[in-house]
């Protein structure tokens, strides 16, 4: 198996171009969720590169799996954000327990620039980062974060303005 690139939204069933106004007659045009993963630890207290999104990107979700549960003194938390500094999303809690083993549930923020760089990460590609927090004595874990996006045209469209 190898890899292969591609650029924005695939044509999808046989219709090529859109004839009528019933189903069958109308083209269908989607885009691909993709993804990327990238490993984060305790030793991971300043921003490191996660991933990097293509330009025009709608990030659907981020997850994180914790493989090796982190056991610091006081809450962990890890954060996704973008090179920027724009927190899009943080896993666990600095006040209380650390982050437990298995699929940890998300907190989004709710600024308008988390919430602009989630469904258009902008005209160029997008560095997203992930940083490691403890408010007491760090001593192990790890975590993969996975980042879910649909491919979409650089400028954001999930549709070609024409045929």
């Not at 920027?84 to 600024?111: D, E, H, Q, W």
């Not at 790890?142 to 979409?152: G, H, L, M």
């Amino acid at each position: 198996m190898g890899f292969a690139t591609h650029l924005g939204p695939w044509l999808l069933g046989t219709v090529k171009d859109t004839t009528g106004t019933t189903a069958g007659t109308i083209r269908n045009i989607g885009a691909t969720v993709v993804s990327q993963s990238g490993t984060v630890g305790v030793a991971n207290t300043s921003a490191i590169t996660l991933c990097v999104l293509p330009a025009g990107a709608q990030i659907i979700n981020i997850v994180c799996d914790v493989t090796t549960a982190f056991a610091g003194t006081t809450g962990n938390t890890i954060t996704v954000q973008t090179a920027g500094g724009t927190s899009l999303v943080t896993f666990g809690s600095a006040t209380t327990t650390p982050l437990a083993l298995g699929r940890n549930a998300t907190v989004f923020t709710s600024s308008a620039g988390a919430v602009a760089a989630m469904l258009n990460v902008g005209s160029t590609d997008l560095i997203l980062q992930v940083i490691y927090a403890c408010a007491g004595t760090a001593s192990g874990g790890a975590a993969t974060v996975t980042v879910n996006y649909a491919v979409r045209g650089s400028d954001g469209s999930a549709n070609p303005a024409s045929a």
